[in-house]
């Protein structure tokens, strides 16, 4: 079984996202169970995201 891209999840809060394609996503508010909850930039909207859709994590 691979290993996960992220092995500390609450240590993305507050980090900025992007798409499969480079594009910018927005910045993550929380972690809830298998769910990254995000705030898209410039818009108060709120979204989810299946932990197991995360591909990597680079650490900044």
Known sequence: MPSEPVVDWDSIIHKNIRSSDGQPAGNVVAIEGDTILIESQGDP?????????????NGA
């Open 45 to 57: 909207v709120h979204g989810a995201i299946p932990k197991s859709l995360v591909a990597r994590f």
